[in-house]
């Protein structure tokens, strides 16, 4: 059972973080009849003082009225001038149409906000033949952000035959939304485009930004869940004020050739700012790689990864993402590993941590590039060739990382690892690739066992290469290059369980590679639970 992570009977998208009087506050669509998504769903809620332990609560938003009596769908919250919180979501009406519905906190005075009031008000958005608006495409609304024509402006997810789209809408009062003529952002062959997020970042500081924050020191992104592959994309541009449209910068595209926040299992991210920290933070649902009979068996599905921080790199051409600080708290019993040279096809445990609950920080540093493959111009997807090169096909430098969640004979593993590559254009340049293969990672043949990978933007001529990964029995959520490339991965083993899990650092590549690093066992916070453990 997952230590960390919320988990309850069927929970998916994360749905308006928020801070409200110095407690954090996380909404998410849950199933409260099963395992299995429904679209009869709700907004559960919990709250935390740490963004660690969380506390339940009832359901926010239930399916109650003729405008979402059909499911409460997801949606973010705004926090109005006077310190006013509120919700804006998806219904599904009684004609089984996506419309956009506010509420509010019943009672201000109570930072747990325990009771929510649809407002009489409801659907403040609609489709209708007028706007042509696809009824069954219309959803998930962005957090709003206050233009300076003191505007309210808010974005949907939607599509027009293969096109996705981010429908604009302006208010002046919250209440009266009109549709802008022209979509805010566009991209053909993308199909439907779901849960949304805008937001800005700064140029210069390593703070994030509220959302309504614009200026010369500012670049905006834009994150789109495509419904079609279950991916995210995110692109970084420049929101133009004057026509009220997004620009994504040369080169920033929603496809594969493009930017995720994650290569692995996570999906329907929704960020917020954290106006007590200044830094803007990242949820994501990591959904299950268990057949949905053994989901039935455990008595839940899907998980909320790890809060994230956001900034814009240095470059400027990505963002760059780090588990809050809050999490070091559950760190216990060190385990430094020695510095030292590892030698190509070794293997070395990492003794003393708890290896099925662990938070693991190493570096790699090269010096001897002689033996290293050219990258072919024609393996250009990460994750195929994560694939065909997995932890067991020896390189020239690489495979080299961890194998986590292991069982003592290695009949079970989950590699997480570096592959270094030459270009094949430019001699002086390498490529870097990080692989995350859970090829191996049970001898239960029913779970999904999809290798990842992803191209980290690192020169390891001139940088050390470091890789962070967090443990938690089901859920392996790894960092790399300092948080440019992350990958999160499900994993079910039948022997790698509790104490029977061990982890290791490897070098199955030619050349020989440094290491440093860190190990900690980590503590089990105070989470949610399943009704299934609360009944028993």
């Known amino acids: 059972m997952d230590k960390w992570a919320f988990l309850i009977w069927n929970l998916t998208d994360p749905n308006g973080p928020l801070i409200y009087k110095n407690v954090y506050?996380?909404?998410?669509?849950?199933?409260?009849?099963?395992?299995?998504?429904?679209?009869?769903?709700?907004?559960?809620?919990?709250?935390?003082?740490?963004?660690?332990?969380?506390?339940?609560?009832?359901?926010?938003?239930?399916?109650?009225?003729?405008?979402?009596?059909?499911?409460?769908?997801?949606?973010?919250?705004?926090?109005?001038?006077?310190?006013?919180?509120?919700?804006?979501?998806?219904?599904?009406?009684?004609?089984?149409?996506?419309?956009?519905?506010?509420?509010?906190?019943?009672?201000?005075?109570?930072?747990?906000?325990?009771?929510?009031?649809?407002?009489?008000?409801?659907?403040?958005?609609?489709?209708?033949?007028?706007?042509?608006?696809?009824?069954?495409?219309?959803?998930?609304?962005?957090?709003?952000?206050?233009?300076?024509?003191?505007?309210?402006?808010?974005?949907?997810?939607?599509?027009?035959?293969?096109?996705g789209l981010a429908i604009l809408y302006v208010s002046e009062d919250f209440l009266h939304w009109t549709m802008a003529n022209h979509p805010f952002h566009s991209a053909k062959e993308n199909g439907m485009w779901e849960c949304p997020d805008f937001f800005p970042v700064s140029k210069s500081s390593p703070i994030g930004l509220d959302t309504s924050i614009n200026g010369p020191d500012v670049k905006h992104v834009l994150k789109v869940s495509l419904f079609d592959t279950a991916k995210e994309y995110y692109t970084i541009g420049t929101y133009n004020l004057d026509k009220d449209i997004y620009n994504p910068d040369k080169g920033s595209v929603e496809s594969d050739s493009?930017?995720?926040?994650?290569?692995?299992?996570?999906?329907?991210?929704?960020?917020?700012?954290?106006?007590?920290?200044?830094?803007?933070?990242?949820?994501?649902?990591?959904?299950?790689?268990?057949?949905?009979?053994?989901?039935?068996?455990?008595?839940?599905?899907?998980?909320?990864?790890?809060?994230?921080?956001?900034?814009?790199?240095?470059?400027?051409?990505?963002?760059?993402?780090?588990?809050?600080?809050?999490?070091?708290?559950?760190?216990?019993?060190?385990?430094?590993?020695?510095?030292?040279?590892?030698?190509?096809?070794?293997?070395?445990?990492?003794?003393?941590?708890?290896?099925?609950?662990?938070?693991?920080?190493?570096?790699?540093?090269?010096?001897?590039?002689?033996?290293?493959?050219?990258?072919?111009?024609?393996?250009?997807?990460?994750?195929?060739?994560?694939?065909?090169?997995?932890?067991?096909?020896?390189?020239?430098?690489?495979?080299?990382?961890?194998?986590?969640?292991?069982?003592?004979s290695l009949q079970e593993y989950t590699a997480v690892f570096y592959r270094i590559f030459k270009s094949h254009n430019n001699n002086n340049k390498y490529v870097v690739l990080m692989c995350s293969d859970q090829s191996r990672s049970s001898l239960n043949e029913a779970n999904d066992k999809t290798t990842y990978g992803a191209f980290v933007n690192v020169d390891p001529l001139h940088e050390k290469l470091s890789l962070r990964s967090l443990i938690d029995h089901s859920i392996v959520e790894s960092f790399g290059g300092e948080g440019k490339a992350c990958i999160t991965t499900r994993v079910y083993p039948i022997l790698a369980v509790d104490d029977n899990t061990h982890l290791y650092v490897f070098n199955y590549g030619r050349e020989s590679v440094k290491i440093t690093g860190s190990a900690w066992s980590m503590k089990t916070a105070n989470i949610n639970r399943s009704r299934k453990e609360d009944n028993e």
Not at 26 to 55: E, K, M
Not at 317 to 344: D, F, Y
């Open 25 to 163: 506050h996380h909404f998410y669509q849950y199933n409260p009849d099963g395992v299995a998504w429904s679209p009869n769903i709700v907004w559960a809620h919990s709250t935390s003082n740490d963004l660690v332990n969380w506390t339940p609560h009832d359901d926010a938003l239930n399916p109650s009225q003729p405008f979402d009596i059909n499911g409460c769908w997801s949606g973010s919250a705004t926090i109005l001038p006077g310190e006013k919180p509120a919700i804006f979501y998806t219904g599904i009406n009684s004609e089984n149409e996506q419309v956009q519905n506010l509420a509010f906190p019943k009672n201000l005075s109570d930072p747990f906000l325990r009771e929510w009031v649809k407002i009489p008000q409801n659907p403040l958005m609609i489709p209708t033949q007028a706007n042509q608006i696809n009824a069954d495409s219309f959803r998930d609304p962005t957090t709003a952000w206050l233009g300076i024509d003191n505007k309210w402006r808010l974005v949907i997810g939607s599509k027009k035959n293969q096109t």
């Open 258 to 408: 493009g930017l995720r926040y994650d290569y692995g299992k996570f999906y329907a991210s929704k960020s917020f700012f954290d106006s007590a920290k200044n830094r803007r933070i990242l949820w994501g649902w990591s959904n299950e790689s268990s057949s949905a009979n053994d989901d039935i068996k455990k008595g839940w599905s899907g998980l909320q990864a790890i809060p994230r921080t956001l900034l814009l790199d240095k470059s400027g051409k990505q963002l760059v993402q780090w588990p809050v600080e809050e999490l070091e708290k559950l760190r216990t019993k060190l385990v430094r590993l020695p510095s030292a040279v590892i030698k190509g096809g070794s293997l070395h445990e990492v003794l003393g941590v708890t290896a099925a609950q662990a938070d693991v920080e190493v570096t790699f540093e090269m010096s001897d590039f002689e033996k290293t493959e050219v990258l072919d111009s024609s393996w250009t997807d990460p994750q195929i060739l994560c694939s065909k090169k997995d932890a067991l096909v020896y390189g020239g430098l690489g495979p080299f990382g961890l194998l986590v969640l292991a069982s003592e």
